[in-house]
C-alpha cells in the first residue's frame, strides 16, 4: 500500500515518464531528466511557451573526473528530442555503443554546452537552432530547438 502511495504522490507532483518505478527525476532544471547514472535518461514534458533562444546547459548528475575542454575528445551516450513536438529523434542508447568525437566537430550548442563538464556528468543542452543545425541550410534540423541528455562517459 505505501508503494501505490508513493507512485501517485510522484505521478502528481510531475515526476512521471520514468522508465521505471525507482527513477529519480531531476527537478532543478529546464526540463527534467531521471538521474539514475549508467541508465539512458528519460527526458521528461517540455514546458509550455516558446523555447529558449539562448543556449541552456544545465547538470543532471554532476562528475568527478575528467573535465572537457574545447580541444577534447570526448565518449559520450547522448539522447537527442525536439521541442516541437517531443519526440526522441536519435539516441545512441538504443545502438548500445557510445559515440567518440572531438568537440571541435560537432554542433557549437555542444562546444559551448559541454565545456567544463567532468566525466561522469549528465548534462542537459537546450540548443536554438542558431547553435544547431540552423547555420547548415536544408538540414531538416535547421529550424528545431534540439534538448540533448549527454552522458560524459571519458575525454582524453
Same mark, same amino acid.
Given at each position: 500500500m505505501k508503494k501505490?502511495?508513493?507512485v501517485l504522490a510522484l505521478s502528481l507532483i510531475g515526476l512521471t515518464g520514468c522508465s521505471e518505478i525507482g527513477d529519480v527525476m531531476s527537478t532543478n532544471t529546464l526540463i527534467p531528466v531521471s538521474t539514475t547514472a549508467g541508465e539512458e535518461p528519460v527526458i521528461g514534458k517540455i514546458p509550455s511557451g516558446p523555447a529558449p533562444t539562448e543556449l541552456v546547459a544545465e547538470d543532471v548528475i554532476v562528475g +568527478? @573526473? +575528467?573535465t572537457v575542454d574545447a580541444n577534447s575528445t570526448l565518449t559520450v551516450h547522448? +539522447?537527442?528530442?525536439? $521541442? =516541437?513536438?517531443?519526440?526522441?529523434?536519435?539516441? =545512441? $542508447? =538504443? @545502438?548500445?555503443?557510445p559515440a567518440t568525437f572531438p568537440l571541435i566537430d560537432v554542433i557549437a550548442g555542444w562546444q559551448q554546452g559541454l565545456v567544463g563538464a567532468k566525466v561522469g556528468t549528465r548534462r542537459l543542452l537546450v540548443i536554438p537552432p542558431a547553435l544547431g543545425y540552423g547555420p547548415s541550410a536544408g538540414h531538416p534540423l535547421e529550424a528545431? +530547438?534540439?534538448i540533448f541528455a549527454v552522458?560524459?562517459?571519458?575525454?582524453s
Open positions: 501505490v502511495a508513493l +568527478t @573526473g +575528467t547522448y +539522447t537527442l528530442m525536439q $521541442w =516541437s513536438d517531443g519526440a526522441i529523434l536519435e539516441s =545512441s $542508447w =538504443s @545502438g548500445g555503443n528545431q +530547438t534540439l552522458d560524459i562517459i571519458a575525454v
